[in-house]
T-cell receptor
């Protein structure tokens, strides 16, 4: 059983550019989460999906951020007009069922550097 | 609001020493889950343990053990006979128990960087 995968692993971009990250959850996991982790901090929740429905967004997710999970499988996170403050590790996690108590399993993350 | 405090920021030990990582949490919920994750230099968060608020039994898994004390809102993690491969950042996290279909986002502490020297 493969784990959560994320692509790319690293992204360097110039301020003002748009970037898109992809997350492939563990097969048949219904829930998918995005977190952001800055240097020296723990991950912070951004948003989550139950199948294809985006059910909650953190106030950290400004209007420059958008996430989709069109067929309830993989998800994309897009950042428009990137800013230097967006530099962080973006982590994706999935959990196996609709139960809120299930463990979240994390991918390796995408490290974004905005120059 | 939920909060997780990991007061220790960095710990350095010599191989084979025992080390305890502290975690204190705050929540108004009566039912919740606590987690520990390990983040090695590669960056991926590795799940270690999940404990619900009704189960205060200590747990041991090999060299790892966890001490959950609801009275002091603490969920501490001990590594016995530490090894160099234990070097990583360790995160404690909290999730409240909600109805099916509702979010169970994790609230993380800031992490503890453990360095185990040979």
């Amino acid at each position: 059983d493969t784990g959560v995968s994320q692509d790319p692993r690293h992204k360097i971009t110039k301020r003002g550019q748009n970037v898109t990250f992809r997350c492939d959850p563990i097969s048949e996991h219904n829930r998918l989460y995005w977190y952001r982790q800055t240097l020296g901090q723990g991950p912070e929740f951004l948003t989550y999906f139950q199948n294809e429905a985006q059910l909650e967004k953190s106030r950290l997710l400004s209007d420059r951020f958008s996430a989709e999970r069109p067929k309830g499988s993989f998800s994309t996170l897009e950042i428009q007009r990137t800013e230097q403050g967006d530099s962080a590790m973006y982590l994706c996690a999935s959990s196996p069922s609709r139960l809120s108590t299930d463990t979240q399993y994390f991918g390796p993350g995408t490290r974004l550097t905005v120059l | 609001a939920q909060k997780v405090t990991q007061a220790q920021t960095e710990i350095s030990v010599v191989e084979k020493e025992d080390v305890t990582l502290d975690c204190v949490y705050e929540t108004r919920d009566t039912t919740y889950y606590l987690f520990w994750y390990k983040q090695p230099p590669s960056g991926e968060l590795v799940f270690l343990i999940r404990r619900n608020s009704f189960d205060e039994q200590n747990e041991i898994s090999g060299r790892y053990s966890w001490n959950f004390q609801k009275s002091t809102s603490s969920f501490n993690f001990t590594i016995t006979a530490s090894q160099v491969v234990d070097s990583a950042v360790y995160f404690c996290a909290l999730s409240d128990l909600k109805t099916t279909g509702a979010n169970s986002k994790l609230t993380f502490g800031k992490g503890i960087t453990l360095s185990v020297r040979p």
